[in-house]
T-cell receptor, first 114, second 110 residues
Framework: EPEVTQTPSHQVTQMGQEVILRCVPI?????FYWYRQILGQKVEFLVS????????KSEIFDDQFSVERPDGSNFTLKIRSTKLEDSAMYFC????????????FGPGTRLLVL | DAKTTQPTSMDCAEGRAANLPCNHS???????VYWYRQIHSQGPQYIIH???NNETNEMASLIITEDRKSSTLILPHATLRDTAVYYC???????????FGKGTMLLVSP
């Protein structure tokens, strides 16, 4: 069964450093998403992406964040200058279509900012 | 904010049916009910979704009341691996965002 994959599974970084989290969505899917979950808190939507453009973004997704689909398979989330409060699990998801279609999630990247 | 209300936690004996309720009294006509679960620290896993009719797949059944103000997710024969947080999410067709609440922590015991 096709699945969303994410790398790395864990990332430790120093405050102020840039990090790039990588995702490989399911191959025939067209819509891509990033969510995050701070330890002990809810899963929160960050951004959705379609046709090389951001479709929707939340208040969390400020200028420190960016997303890119650099090639036909990868979808990346970049945090330019990490803060302590960016420590969280980051989940990538993809769906075949928008709206009523089901989003399938990857296993996540645990980011720890020191 | 999440538009659903779920119990904080529930217990179920292994092999028995687990019935997880969800209230969504403000649901509108074009909003679907989705269920996901999250096994400890893993990515949310899609279970099932529906609009009006009851739905069944290999994982679970979804029963939606006629007025659509509440629903029940049924795991017919719960196993220890079904221990997870279960999220009931109301989502409007055409929008990307899944808004997760706190969900129900289901503990399946031997």
């Amino acid at each position: 069964e096709p699945e969303v994959t994410q790398t790395p599974s864990h990332q430790v970084t120093q405050m102020g450093q840039e990090v790039i989290l990588r995702c490989v969505p399911i191959s025939n899917h067209l819509y891509f998403y990033w969510y995050r979950q701070i330890l002990g808190q809810k899963v929160e939507f960050l951004v959705s992406f379609y046709n090389n453009e951001i479709s929707e973004k939340s208040e969390i997704f400020d200028d420190q964040f960016s997303v890119e689909r650099p090639d036909g398979s990868n979808f990346t989330l970049k945090i330019r200058s990490t803060k302590l409060e960016d420590s969280a699990m980051y989940f990538c998801a993809s769906s075949e279509f928008r709206g009523g279609e089901t989003q399938y999630f990857g296993p996540g990247t645990r980011l720890l900012v020191l | 904010d999440a538009k659903t209300t779920q119990p904080t936690s529930m217990d179920c004996a292994e092999g028995r049916a687990a019935n997880l309720p969800c209230n969504h009294s403000t649901i509108s006509g074009n909003e679907y009910v989705y269920w996901y679960r999250q096994i400890h620290s893993q990515g949310p896993q899609y279970i099932i979704h529906g609009l009006k009719n009851n739905e069944t797949n290999e994982m679970a059944s979804l029963i939606i009341t006629e007025d659509r103000k509440s629903s029940t997710l049924i795991l017919p024969h719960a196993t220890l691996r079904d221990t997870a947080v279960y999220y009931c999410i109301v989502r409007e067709s055409g929008y990307s965002t899944l808004t997760f609440g706190k969900g129900t922590m289901l503990l399946v015991s031997p």
